[in-house]
């Protein structure tokens, strides 16, 4: 079992979409400091997918000091600075560009796809105006 999930798209490799799961999972406080980290084993059994690509992901957030190796322990979530509004932003950094992307191609204004936000966001909050 793993902490976090993982939603697999075509077009995008695997080990991107793994670390930004566990990125997102991180930063929004879904996983804590100190919390364990899947072993390789169990991150490519339980997302089926290459024990190589669960060793990549975790070697890259151990590079990028969001995990560290404790001694009898394992792997666990490292000791993070408070996340910013920045560091959450850039979670949604690419599906922000095939927004922007999608609306362009079908001639939207900005004021529309703000609008179209909007009224998502309402109605995800319980909030829908009718």
């Given at each position: 079992?793993?902490?976090?999930?993982?939603?697999?798209?075509?077009?995008?490799?695997?080990?991107?979409?793994?670390?930004?799961?566990?990125?997102?999972?991180?930063?929004?406080?879904?996983?804590?400091?100190?919390?364990?980290?899947?072993?390789?084993?169990?991150?490519?059994?339980?997302?089926?997918?290459?024990?190589?690509?669960?060793?990549?992901?975790?070697?890259?957030?151990?590079n990028e000091g969001?995990?560290?190796?404790?001694?009898?322990?394992?792997?666990?979530?490292?000791?993070?600075?408070?996340?910013?509004?920045?560091?959450?932003?850039?979670?949604?950094?690419?599906?922000?560009?095939?927004?922007?992307?999608?609306?362009?191609?079908?001639?939207?204004?900005?004021?529309?796809?703000?609008?179209?936000?909007?009224?998502?966001?309402?109605?995800?909050?319980?909030?829908?105006?009718?």
């Amino acid at each position: 079992m793993i902490p976090f999930r993982v939603a697999f798209k075509p077009g995008s490799s695997l080990y991107e979409q793994v670390v930004y799961s566990a990125k997102k999972a991180l930063i929004s406080g879904q996983l804590r400091p100190g919390d364990p980290f899947p072993s390789v084993r169990t991150l490519s059994t339980a997302l089926k997918i290459n024990p190589n690509t669960a060793h990549k992901v975790i070697t890259q957030l151990l590079n990028e000091g969001l995990l560290e190796v404790r001694a009898g322990m394992g792997t666990v979530v490292a000791t993070l600075p408070a996340s910013t509004a920045a560091a959450r932003s850039r979670l949604l950094d690419n599906e922000l560009e095939q927004l922007v992307v999608e609306a362009k191609k079908l001639s939207m204004s900005l004021e529309q796809v703000s609008g179209a936000l909007a009224a998502h966001w309402s109605r995800l909050d319980g909030k829908e105006k009718k």
